[in-house]
Structure formats: C-alpha cells, structure tokens
C-alpha cells in the first residue's frame, strides 16, 4: 500500500524533504531553525525548535513570513511531560489533548509556547537568513522554497521534525 507523504525537517542538515514510500521527492535545503538550537522540552521564550512529530493544522497563505505551515505543536505527549512535571495546569493539558482530538491548532498561550510552524521570510532579511539560524522557534524557508512544497501539502499531514 502507498504510504502518505509525510514532510522530514532534518536540523543538522538544515533541510526539509518531502517523503513518499520513504523516498525524497523534493528536498530544500540552507533553512533556518530556532536560533539557540532543538529542544524536546520547548518553552516559551526559549528561541528553540521543537523536535518531535506533529501534524500540519493550518496553511496560511498571506502573512508577515509569505505562507505560514502550522503545526500541532505542543503534542499530547511533550504536554503531558510538563503537566508531570507542574509546568502546566491540568487546564491548560486538557485543552491541549482537546485541540488534538479535533485537529485544531493546540494553545499557545501556556509556558510551553506553540504557534510553531514552517514559514517563508516574507518581511525578514534574507541576508540574514543565508548567514544563521534567526527564528524563535519555526522553521524558516525562503519564499520561492516555500510555494515549490505547497503543492505536496495537506492538513493532517505529518511533519517530523528531528
């Protein structure tokens, strides 16, 4: 059976590649991650990349970054990490697994941040952009690489990012 296509944003290689049958179909590469780096234990604040595997909520087609990916970060599992380890109200965790369970984008307004997403640099510098990793968390491509991976895209899609 044809497996989906799923997105890998590698951060060492600074690439993200379209899979299919776990063969790449399209890879783009020289993008931007968080500018301190990955973290499986994102926080607010932090300026780091979440690792982990989340799913595609919402495409955005006009924003400040050109298109704007969201994804389904924080996951159920990095927030019940943090509700074990008090950094989230039971509240909060519920809302999130809520989100999950509809396949709507989680909250963004509890310590562990969210808004994560794959962007294009619209109003950002590009000579930044060529020299370093600069966003607060996303993963940023420039404009033309972005619209070249919308075609591949859906919502529901997975994105592993690792």
């Known amino acids: 059976s044809a497996a989906e296509a799923w997105l ?4 060492e290689a600074l690439a993200v590649t379209v899979m299919h049958d776990d063969q790449p179909q399209l890879t783009l590469h020289n993008v931007a991650i968080g500018r301190y780096g990955t973290t499986a234990d994102k926080l607010v604040g932090d300026k780091m990349t979440p690792l982990g595997r989340f799913r595609i909520t919402h495409i955005a087609r006009s924003t400040a970054f050109h298109r704007f990916i969201g994804l389904s970060y924080p996951d159920a599992e990095h927030a019940q990490n943090a509700r074990r380890q008090g950094q989230i109200s039971e509240q909060q965790l519920q809302a999130i697994l809520s989100a999950h369970r509809l396949g709507k984008a989680p909250p963004h307004n509890t310590p562990l941040g969210g808004r994560i997403g794959i962007h294009g640099l619209g109003e ?3 000579d930044l952009h060529a020299a370093m990793n600069w966003t607060r968390g996303c993963v940023a491509l420039t404009d033309r690489q972005v619209d070249s991976l919308l075609p591949w895209l859906q919502i529901g899609m997975v994105v592993e990012i690792r």
């Open 124 to 126: 950002a510098d590009p």
């Open 8 to 11: 890998l944003v590698d951060t």
